[in-house]
Protein backbone atom coordinates (compact mmCIF):
# COMPACT_ATOMS: atom_id res chain seq x y z
CA UNK A 1 0.00 0.00 0.00
CA UNK A 2 1.00 3.28 -0.81
CA UNK A 3 1.49 5.97 2.19
CA UNK A 4 1.52 9.94 0.95
CA UNK A 5 2.41 9.96 -2.67
CA UNK A 6 0.29 9.98 -5.96
CA UNK A 7 1.10 8.12 -8.46
CA UNK A 8 0.40 9.95 -12.00
CA UNK A 9 0.93 7.84 -15.30
CA UNK A 10 0.26 10.05 -18.83
CA UNK A 11 -0.03 8.13 -21.95
CA UNK A 12 -0.48 9.07 -25.88
CA UNK A 13 -2.59 6.07 -26.41
CA UNK A 14 -2.44 6.76 -29.95
CA UNK A 15 -6.36 6.75 -31.48
CA UNK A 16 -7.61 5.16 -28.23
CA UNK A 17 -8.96 2.35 -29.49
CA UNK A 18 -7.17 0.98 -32.66
CA UNK A 19 -8.44 -3.04 -32.30
CA UNK A 20 -11.31 -4.71 -30.68
CA UNK A 21 -9.10 -6.01 -28.24
CA UNK A 22 -7.47 -2.83 -27.18
CA UNK A 23 -10.39 -1.51 -24.71
CA UNK A 24 -9.87 -4.49 -22.66
CA UNK A 25 -6.22 -4.74 -22.73
CA UNK A 26 -5.89 -0.90 -21.51
CA UNK A 27 -8.22 -1.22 -18.55
CA UNK A 28 -6.67 -4.95 -17.47
CA UNK A 29 -3.47 -2.44 -17.70
CA UNK A 30 -4.99 0.39 -15.73
CA UNK A 31 -6.48 -2.01 -13.32
CA UNK A 32 -3.18 -3.54 -12.45
CA UNK A 33 -1.17 -0.34 -11.81
CA UNK A 34 -3.72 0.81 -9.35
CA UNK A 35 -2.41 4.50 -9.81
CA UNK A 36 -4.40 7.28 -9.12
CA UNK A 37 -4.12 9.25 -11.91
CA UNK A 38 -4.33 8.74 -15.82
CA UNK A 39 -4.11 11.03 -18.27
CA UNK A 40 -4.33 10.32 -21.76
CA UNK A 41 -3.84 11.62 -25.37
CA UNK A 42 -4.73 10.53 -28.70
CA UNK A 43 -8.74 9.59 -27.53
CA UNK A 44 -10.30 8.64 -30.80
CA UNK A 45 -13.35 7.26 -29.35
CA UNK A 46 -14.84 9.22 -26.52
CA UNK A 47 -17.43 6.59 -26.14
CA UNK A 48 -15.14 3.50 -25.89
CA UNK A 49 -13.30 5.35 -23.16
CA UNK A 50 -16.32 6.24 -21.13
CA UNK A 51 -17.24 2.37 -21.72
CA UNK A 52 -14.41 1.26 -19.91
CA UNK A 53 -13.71 3.46 -16.89
CA UNK A 54 -17.55 3.41 -16.35
CA UNK A 55 -16.90 -0.52 -16.11
CA UNK A 56 -13.54 -0.19 -13.78
CA UNK A 57 -14.19 -0.13 -10.05
CA UNK A 58 -13.05 3.02 -8.53
CA UNK A 59 -12.60 5.52 -11.32
CA UNK A 60 -14.04 8.23 -13.08
CA UNK A 61 -13.03 10.24 -16.10
CA UNK A 62 -13.04 13.65 -17.85
CA UNK A 63 -12.91 14.50 -21.29
CA UNK A 64 -11.38 18.06 -22.94
CA UNK A 65 -13.86 19.41 -25.11
CA UNK A 66 -11.60 21.36 -27.85
CA UNK A 67 -9.21 18.62 -29.38
CA UNK A 68 -11.46 16.88 -32.01
CA UNK A 69 -10.79 12.86 -32.40
CA UNK A 70 -7.86 12.89 -31.17
CA UNK A 71 -8.53 13.96 -27.27
CA UNK A 72 -7.41 14.68 -23.93
CA UNK A 73 -8.96 12.34 -21.11
CA UNK A 74 -8.25 12.59 -17.21
CA UNK A 75 -8.93 8.83 -15.41
CA UNK A 76 -8.55 9.28 -11.41
CA UNK A 77 -9.42 7.33 -8.95
CA UNK A 78 -12.89 8.21 -7.05
CA UNK A 79 -11.15 7.06 -3.18
CA UNK A 80 -8.04 9.01 -3.63
CA UNK A 81 -8.95 12.36 -6.21
CA UNK A 82 -11.54 14.86 -6.02
CA UNK A 83 -12.01 16.49 -10.12
CA UNK A 84 -13.27 20.36 -9.50
CA UNK A 85 -12.65 21.77 -12.59
CA UNK A 86 -10.92 21.86 -15.41
CA UNK A 87 -9.54 24.51 -18.14
CA UNK A 88 -8.64 24.17 -21.63
CA UNK A 89 -5.56 26.42 -21.78
CA UNK A 90 -5.21 28.04 -25.02
CA UNK A 91 -8.40 27.07 -26.82
CA UNK A 92 -9.79 30.39 -28.00
CA UNK A 93 -6.63 30.76 -30.25
CA UNK A 94 -7.45 30.00 -33.95
CA UNK A 95 -5.80 26.63 -35.14
CA UNK A 96 -3.57 27.96 -38.23
CA UNK A 97 -0.52 30.36 -37.85
CA UNK A 98 -1.50 34.00 -39.40
CA UNK A 99 2.26 34.25 -40.75
CA UNK A 100 3.19 36.77 -38.07
CA UNK A 101 6.12 36.64 -35.09
CA UNK A 102 3.48 36.52 -32.62
CA UNK A 103 2.84 33.51 -31.62
CA UNK A 104 0.93 33.07 -28.89
CA UNK A 105 -2.31 34.53 -30.85
CA UNK A 106 -2.23 31.32 -32.41
CA UNK A 107 -0.69 28.91 -29.28
CA UNK A 108 -3.48 26.09 -30.23
CA UNK A 109 -1.59 25.58 -33.75
CA UNK A 110 1.90 25.06 -31.56
CA UNK A 111 0.01 22.33 -29.60
CA UNK A 112 -0.61 20.49 -32.53
CA UNK A 113 -4.18 21.53 -32.80
CA UNK A 114 -4.74 19.91 -29.04
CA UNK A 115 -5.12 22.85 -26.52
CA UNK A 116 -3.36 21.54 -23.00
CA UNK A 117 -6.21 20.19 -20.64
CA UNK A 118 -5.25 21.77 -17.11
CA UNK A 119 -7.26 19.74 -14.22
CA UNK A 120 -7.96 21.40 -10.58
CA UNK A 121 -8.05 18.28 -8.60
CA UNK A 122 -7.74 17.67 -4.69
CA UNK A 123 -5.75 14.37 -3.87
CA UNK A 124 -6.06 12.66 -0.38
CA UNK A 125 -4.64 9.40 0.91
CA UNK A 126 -6.73 9.58 4.38
CA UNK A 127 -4.21 11.66 6.07
CA UNK A 128 -3.44 14.67 4.29
CA UNK A 129 -4.88 15.89 1.28
CA UNK A 130 -3.19 18.57 -1.38
CA UNK A 131 -4.33 20.42 -4.06
CA UNK A 132 -2.94 20.39 -7.14
CA UNK A 133 -3.46 21.04 -10.80
CA UNK A 134 -2.19 18.47 -13.47
CA UNK A 135 -1.81 19.69 -17.06
CA UNK A 136 -2.36 17.35 -19.97
CA UNK A 137 -0.24 17.93 -22.89
CA UNK A 138 0.61 16.79 -26.50
CA UNK A 139 3.06 18.20 -28.43
CA UNK A 140 3.19 18.42 -32.43
CA UNK A 141 5.24 15.18 -33.49
CA UNK A 142 7.82 14.24 -36.00
CA UNK A 143 10.78 16.52 -37.57
CA UNK A 144 13.72 16.68 -38.97
CA UNK A 145 15.59 16.44 -35.76
CA UNK A 146 16.64 20.52 -36.28
CA UNK A 147 15.01 23.63 -34.73
CA UNK A 148 14.49 25.67 -37.81
CA UNK A 149 13.10 29.22 -37.63
CA UNK A 150 9.85 28.87 -39.17
CA UNK A 151 6.04 28.82 -37.98
CA UNK A 152 5.34 25.25 -39.46
CA UNK A 153 8.61 23.21 -38.21
CA UNK A 154 7.54 20.76 -35.91
CA UNK A 155 10.25 20.73 -33.58
CA UNK A 156 9.93 25.00 -33.40
CA UNK A 157 6.77 24.50 -32.85
CA UNK A 158 7.57 22.12 -30.26
CA UNK A 159 9.50 24.87 -28.19
CA UNK A 160 7.19 27.70 -28.91
CA UNK A 161 4.25 25.26 -27.15
CA UNK A 162 6.81 24.75 -24.49
CA UNK A 163 7.77 28.41 -23.88
CA UNK A 164 3.91 29.59 -23.67
CA UNK A 165 3.21 26.24 -21.04
CA UNK A 166 6.45 27.53 -18.87
CA UNK A 167 5.31 31.48 -19.46
CA UNK A 168 1.62 30.12 -18.06
CA UNK A 169 2.35 28.12 -15.36
CA UNK A 170 5.18 30.98 -13.71
CA UNK A 171 2.51 33.29 -14.51
CA UNK A 172 -0.26 30.88 -12.71
CA UNK A 173 0.78 29.32 -9.94
CA UNK A 174 3.02 29.04 -6.93
CA UNK A 175 3.20 25.27 -6.95
CA UNK A 176 1.55 22.22 -7.28
CA UNK A 177 1.42 21.74 -10.68
CA UNK A 178 2.18 18.50 -12.45
Not at 1 to 23: A, D, L
Not at 92 to 107: I, L
Not at 160 to 169: M, N
Request: glycine content about 4%.
Amino acid sequence: MRINQIEIVTWNIRQFPQHSTTTSYVKNLLEAWNADIYLFQEISSESELINMVNSMNDYSYVVDDESGNLGFALVYKNSTVTFNSKNELWADTPNNNDGDSDYENNAQYQFASRPPMENYITWTDGTKSMDLYVIDVHYKCCGDGNIEDEYWDEEYRRLQASYYLKQYIDNSFSSNVI
